[in-house]
Nanobody, 123 residues
């Protein structure tokens, strides 16, 4: 399984960015993808996940209402739409995948990871 992450960049506070994660080597319709981030000096933290069973989504409290996960089956690609960005959203973002249909969004439950993507939000 390969996860090809793209997107990110720099934006002013209040702006939007979109991250993408293209899946290859597996049936992406039965594959769950989560998003995590790690700010400088901090531990990696959960952001959002879309479980393939029932298309259920989970979001961290810090981004609920601002970020949204979507899935484009035709492109085997998951997206993380990030709106109303804040300086504290600045971090390296990772997409990660698992065959688990549903579960706890712990990073240890994800066994395939894409490259990190820098997101910088200036005030």
């Amino acid at each position: 399984v390969q996860l090809q992450a793209s997107g990110g960049g720099s934006v002013q506070a209040g702006g939007s960015l979109k991250l993408s994660c293209t899946i290859s080597g597996i049936n992406s319709e039965r594959y769950s993808v989560g998003w995590f981030r790690q700010a400088l000096g901090n531990e990696r933290e959960f952001v959002a996940v879309r479980w393939w069973s029932g298309s259920r989504t989970m979001y961290a409290d810090s981004i609920t209402g601002r970020f949204a996960v979507s899935y484009d089956s035709a492109a085997n690609t998951y997206h993380l739409q990030m709106n109303t960005l804040k300086p504290e959203d600045t971090a390296i973002y990772y997409c990660a995948g698992t065959n688990r249909p549903y579960g706890s969004p712990l990073s240890g439950n994800f066994n395939s990871w894409g490259r990190g993507i820098q997101v910088t939000v200036s005030s």
